[in-house]
């Protein structure tokens, strides 16, 4: 009888360690299916050195906590490193993130690795930049919402404010964008916009000087040197602003008003001082968390429309 009773509860037991062990591993299962249920989501962006793509990371870092996401920022080395925003796409495509947010360098070189990713299940969303609409039917890239502001708007109403009140005859000059990237066309056809309004102005040069300081420094150098008499500068965006004033300061040039793009902090004292007139917030930080909403919400299968962010006018 003993040795029954014995057995028993060795039987019994032996099942409560099997239910334990049989809970432990549920408890464990779902733990890892928790933490695999986070989405990766990668925000790729042109660079870190120019402050507006700083502003648009903030934006996304307050979405991944909001919507508890796993972020991965990735950035060329500068604005016109195209074929290692390809890289970083490629890199992003076999580690099998779920979705991307791309600030493109270009809108068309960009297309045929972003096509690529999307065959391969990768959510695409497109920020800042738009990607080309006839290359992306091309490469069959299709559906990627676009939140961006309305470029073309932005850079008129800034071209405007410096050449409103223009009465006499008066040289301008515009600095482009990179010329493959939409933005930096739509900013252009905004300023030109603005220009041609005026009968008294005439656009004597538009060149390009691919978003960068040193660049506009060099290109207006020598816009200068063919026009001494430029009274107006619509930059299309802060940090070529930058480059227009620091050659302007170092040769001592007054009256030459500048109309920028992006209302970055380096620029914020600059008008103050007057010597930049104006500037376009795209509100960057918006954009960035816009572009990792949209991503969640075409994750979890949710209608998701384009988003134009409101451009504001800065003048002080």
Known sequence: MKILNLFVI??????????????????????????????????????????????????????????????????????????????????????????????????????????????????????????????????????????????????????????????????????????????????????MRAFNENKNIKVVASKTANWKIDEAYEVFQNMWKENKDIELVFCSNDMMALGVVQYLLENKIENVKIAAFDNIEEIRPLLQSGEVSVTIDQQAKVQGYKGIETAIKLLNNEQVNDVTVSVLKVTE
């Open 10 to 191: 060795a039987i019994l037991l032996l099942l409560l360690t099997v239910c334990q062990k049989e809970e432990q591993t549920s408890k464990l299962q779902e733990s890892e299916d928790s933490l695999q249920a986070k989405y990766e989501i990668a925000l790729v962006m042109k660079t870190l050195t120019n402050p507006f793509f700083i502003t648009m990371e903030k934006g996304a870092r307050e979405a991944e906590k909001e919507f508890d996401i796993n972020l991965t920022v990735k950035t060329g080395s500068q604005e016109t490193a195209i074929n290692q925003q390809i890289d970083i796409i490629r890199k992003l495509i076999e580690s099998k993130v779920h979705a991307i947010v791309i600030a493109p360098a270009s809108s068309v070189e960009l297309v045929p690795i972003l096509a690529q990713a999307q065959q391969a299940g990768i959510v695409i969303v497109n920020i800042d930049n738009k990607l080309d609409h006839e290359t992306s039917a091309n490469y069959n890239l299709k559906d990627v919402p676009f939140i961006s502001v309305d470029n073309e708007e932005g850079a008129y109403l800034s071209a405007k404010y410096i050449s409103k009140d223009v009465t006499k005859p008066t040289k301008a000059v515009i600095l482009e964008g990179i010329r493959s990237a939409q933005n930096g066309i739509d900013r252009k056809h905004g300023a």
